[in-house]
T-cell receptor, first 115, second 113 residues
Framework: NAGVTQTPKFRILKIGQSMTLQCAQDMNHNYMYWYRQDPGMGLKLIYYSVGAGITDKGEVPNGYNVSRSTTEDFPLRLELAAPSQTSVYFC??????????????FGPGTRLTVL | AQSVTQLDSQVPVFEEAPVELRCNYSSSVSVYLFWYVQYPNQGLQLLLKYLSGSTLVKGINGFEAEFNKSQTSFHLRKPSVHISDTAEYFCAVSYGATNKLIFGTGTLLAVQP
């Protein structure tokens, strides 16, 4: 299993540009999450999904959108990039069943710079 | 509301010395507690977790943590650290049915030879 994969690894955007961060998992997890990590701030939840077609806002959703059309994929969309969105983005997944309950598995991250 | 506090942003320690990384949480409901480790330029990896049962939890790489409900703490310990333990360590709590995590701000463990 590849686990949780994220693309791209790095990206530089200009202010006002748009992009989609891709996230995929092959563990048949029903829950998926997007976090951003800023220096000294820990990780903050942006959006999460409990299954295909179901998404909800986390702690810091402004400026982002998500969709979940399949169990495997959970892309994060930035519509109008701003310097405040410069961060490292992590996707994670977990399974709501009894086995390995509550453990989130993280991707390697996408480092985004907005100039 | 739930929150997690890691008071030490950085903990320098010599190789083979013991270490304790502190974590306190606040919550009005039952929570699950986690420690994750992040090596440089990598994603997060689960070290250990407390869901219920024994308050002393053992994890990977020789780490352990003790859940103390009265002090609302979940401190991480290792009796003898190695250079390879140099990483950032995050304490987190989850609550509710969706396993959402609230993270502390992290503690950088810097192991020196």
């Amino acid at each position: 299993n590849a686990g949780v994969t994220q693309t791209p690894k790095f990206r530089i955007l200009k202010i006002g540009q748009s992009m989609t961060l891709q996230c995929a998992q092959d563990m048949n997890h029903n829950y998926m999450y997007w976090y951003r990590q800023d220096p000294g701030m820990g990780l903050k939840l942006i959006y999460y999904s409990v299954g295909a077609g179901i998404t909800d806002k986390g702690e810091v959703p402004n400026g982002y959108n998500v969709s979940r059309s399949t169990t495997e994929d959970f892309p994060l969309r930035l519509e109008l990039a701003a310097p405040s969105q410069t961060s490292v983005y992590f996707c994670a997944s977990s399974y709501s069943g009894t086995a390995d309950r509550d453990t989130q598995y993280f991707g390697p991250g996408t480092r985004l710079t907005v100039l | 509301a739930q929150s997690v506090t890691q008071l030490d942003s950085q903990v320098p320690v010599f190789e083979e010395a013991p270490v304790e990384l502190r974590c306190n949480y606040s919550s009005s409901v039952s929570v699950y507690l986690f420690w994750y480790v992040q090596y440089p330029n990598q994603g997060l990896q689960l070290l250990l977790k407390y869901l219920s049962g024994s308050t002393l939890v053992k994890g990977i790489n020789g780490f352990e943590a003790e859940f103390n409900k009265s002090q609302t703490s979940f401190h991480l310990r290792k009796p003898s650290v190695h250079i390879s333990d140099t990483a950032e360590y995050f304490c987190a709590v989850s609550y509710g049915a969706t396993n959402k995590l609230i993270f502390g701000t992290g503690t950088l463990l810097a192991v020196q030879p």
